[in-house]
């Protein structure tokens, strides 16, 4: 896989992370709201509970792998990698590059 392709999967990644644990928040925030106006929900309201906490259970799951994936790299590694994709797209960037 070259470099360009590596860093598009990881950004891919990091974007669909941030996706879920985004998706996650809101859903926190949803359950909270849902809780305050119980009253004005209907009969099914521990249905809907039941599924937003489903949900986040995913979302985290999904969250946490994905985490481990992204991060497992250690950081010395990942720098010296990513330097090297830089100084790649330097050389390549430049005006009369070889």
Same mark, same amino acid.
């Given at each position: 896989m070259g470099g360009g392709t590596c860093r598009q999967a990881t950004s891919r990644q990091a974007h669909k992370l941030a996706d879920d644990l985004?998706?996650?928040?809101?859903?926190?925030?949803?359950?909270?709201?849902?809780?305050?106006?119980?009253?004005?929900?209907?009969?099914?309201?521990?249905?809907?509970? $039941?599924?937003?906490?489903?949900r986040r259970s995913e979302l985290r799951d999904e969250a946490v792998s994905r985490g481990r994936q992204l991060y497992e790299?250690?950081?010395? $590694?990942? $720098?010296?990698?990513f330097s090297g994709y830089?100084?790649?797209?330097?050389?390549? $960037?430049?005006?009369?590059?070889?």
């Open positions: 985004g998706d996650e928040h809101d859903l926190t925030v949803m359950r909270v709201k849902a809780q305050v106006h119980h009253d004005t929900l209907s009969t099914d309201f521990s249905l809907l509970l $039941a599924l937003i906490d489903r790299e250690k950081p010395r $590694a990942f $720098a010296t990698r830089w100084d790649n797209w330097q050389r390549n $960037a430049s005006p009369g590059a070889p």
